[in-house]
């Protein structure tokens, strides 16, 4: 084989973008894919065996998916993509002068092992949402706002009959609008944040029309359903005994504390709550890369600091989708560029260059006004389970703090198992950080994803071949 | 409205799956998740340490709440793992393995 190979990990509108432009420019592509079908979370299409007609209903945007899906199928049927679904890549290795190895597991059961070669890797690994704890949030029919968005748009089911869309950001909006309009009763849609001033006066928001047309859709969607809207509110406990019952929110004061005088009982079987997103960083982690904060580091050009590799999407920062198309459309073409040996020249991509910077601003804006309450820590209970994979309570984390010293959040985990379950500390690292009083620190995971020990007995197996 | 007509859905002929025992349908790519969340069903797990139930969480694979045994297989993620004809479901309890 002779012309160089870029694997893409993420099959999202950052790894699409990138795949598209790259192969458009003569690199063999192989997207590495873990889910059956390409579209990452903000394209997420429904199952094939559903039959829908019509998955348009459950989308925004639709024309740039289909752009993206068609350009992704002629690049497949010439040869020159390889899309691998249903492909879990736990690990990039990085083999010096051979390139990289992409090492993932297949399918659900996710045991059998697979490996591509590659001579740059493009990490668009997307994010997933952030959730802060907050008494009976483990109760069966409390969701994340994302999650009960990707069943809608997956499987094309509704996690129940009466659902309050709750937390912060601006993913509520489409996700209160989605459910209403699949059917479900929005019972309210509650977020901590004000942003209504923010859509008044901001700059960064007049030089977006297209995210004031989105906005405005959705608003007109929650007004046609009667969804009523608390903003400045917040979910203080969710109850029930075996399953979601009802929630009590509460309106908040200026410093952000709950108002006990304005809480009040909401009847519904489910709540979708969210706090925002957090980028999927492991990959990049564990090849050295630069992490700044939450966020992978990328130069102009989408590169990381580590030669071979480039970033783009939510895995470099939260931006949302069109963001992420602008990010991996550069990525794709200076890959293109410079596995060909040449300098890639910005100019080619000017206009997505242009894309990016709007939208870093526009969402550095965002950033600013959604968030979470002030004093959220302050209404976990002790009773309250923080760590969800070990069951380890806020009390528990709060003793470990103050009568046994930890000052840090790998100190609380040793002490409390809180983040040593299966999800490696990704649910419930924000949440113990706050309730510990503790700095939220990056979490270092060297593998990206549990993996059978047999699988990684073998992992070398082929390296004198 | 419900989801299958709003996206005019025109599935494969649904099959018939079990939950500890009792017969529930589902539609041809759902997961198990999907098949349950449709049969009115939110928790399929009783954690480790206290026993309470758990069902879907987070939805795309990132947090394991709601992992079930799917044909004698413990700890499989509802969320992601697609149904077929005559898969035996069971509420998992605990580590799945104890059973």
Redesign the interface.
């Known amino acids: 084989m002779s012309e160089p190979t870029l694997a893409v990990i993420g099959a999202g509108p950052a790894g699409l973008a990138a795949a598209l432009a790259a192969a458009a420019r003569g690199i063999h592509v192989v997207l590495v894919d873990?889910v059956?079908a390409a579209g990452g979370?903000f394209y997420r299409q429904?199952?094939?065996?559903?039959?829908?007609?019509?998955?348009q209903?459950?989308h925004h945007q639709w024309h740039t998916w289909e752009r993206l899906r068609d350009g992704l199928d002629g690049h497949v049927r010439a040869g020159r993509v390889r899309h691998l679904t249903d492909h879990h890549v736990w690990l990039v290795e990085r083999r010096g002068a051979a390139g990289f190895s992409v090492h993932a597991l297949l399918g659900?059961?996710q045991e059998e092992p697979a490996e591509v070669r590659a001579d740059a890797v493009l990490l668009a690994t997307g994010g997933?949402?952030k959730v802060l704890p907050f008494p009976g949030w483990?109760?069966?029919?409390?969701?994340?706002a994302?999650?009960?968005?990707?069943?809608?748009k997956?499987?094309?089911?509704?996690?129940?009959r009466t659902v309050v869309v709750a937390g912060t950001g601006p993913l509520l909006l489409p996700v209160a609008a989605g459910l209403a309009?699949?059917?479900a009763t929005v019972a309210a849609l509650v977020d901590s944040a004000d942003p209504t001033g923010f859509v008044r006066r901001s700059r960064a928001l007049a030089a977006q029309p297209g995210k004031v047309a989105e906005g405005a859709l959705y608003a007109g969607q929650l007004a046609r359903h009667r969804v009523r809207t608390l903003l400045h509110h917040t979910v203080v406990e969710a109850h029930g005994t075996?399953?979601l019952e009802a929630v009590t929110v509460a309106a908040l004061d200026r410093d952000g504390r709950v108002r006990p005088d304005t809480r009040r009982r909401l009847d519904c079987d489910t709540l979708a709550v969210g706090h925002g997103m957090l980028p999927h960083t492991d990959l990049a982690d564990a090849l050295g890369c630069r992490i700044d904060g939450t966020d992978v580091y990328a130069d102009d050009e989408q590169r990381t600091d580590v030669p071979g590799v480039w970033a783009a999407g939510e895995t470099t920062g939260i931006g949302g989708s069109a963001l992420a198309l602008a990010e991996g459309h550069i990525a794709g073409r200076s890959i293109a560029a410079r596995l060909a040996g040449r300098e890639p020249d910005p100019r080619g991509w000017a206009a997505a260059a242009r894309t990016r910077k709007r939208l870093r601003a526009f969402f550095a804006a965002v950033d600013s006004v959604y968030a979470p309450p002030a004093h959220w820590a302050e209404q976990v209970t002790d009773e309250t389970v923080v760590c969800?994979?070990?069951?380890v309570s806020a009390g528990a984390v709060r003793e470990a703090v103050r009568e046994l010293g930890a000052g840090d959040l790998r100190t609380v985990k040793l002490l409390t198992r809180a983040g040593m379950?299966?999800?490696q500390g990704?649910?419930c690292g924000p949440g113990v950080a706050g309730v510990a009083g503790c700095a939220e620190t990056a979490v270092r995971r060297p593998f990206a994803r549990p993996v059978p020990l047999g699988v990684l007995a073998r992992a070398g197996e082929n390296e004198s071949r | 409205m419900n989801p299958l007509e709003l996206a005019r859905a025109e599935p494969g002929p649904a099959f018939t799956v079990t939950l500890d025992g009792r017969q529930i349908e589902a539609l041809p790519g759902q997961t198990v998740a999907a098949a349950l969340w449709t049969a009115g069903v939110t928790s399929w797990r009783g954690t480790r340490g206290e026993g309470r139930p758990r069902g879907l969480f987070c939805g795309i694979g990132v947090c394991f709440d709601c992992l079930v045994t799917v044909n004698d297989r413990p700890n499989q993620r509802a969320c992601l793992l697609p149904l077929r004809p005559g898969d035996r479901i069971r509420t998992q309890e605990g580590t799945g393995h104890d059973e």
């Open positions: 873990s059956p979370q429904p199952a094939t065996g559903l039959g829908a007609r019509r998955p209903a459950l659900a059961e997933y949402e483990t109760l069966p029919g409390v969701v994340t994302g999650g009960a968005q990707a069943m809608l997956g499987g094309l089911v509704l996690p129940g309009t699949a059917g075996e399953r969800r994979c070990e069951e379950g299966w999800c990704r649910m």
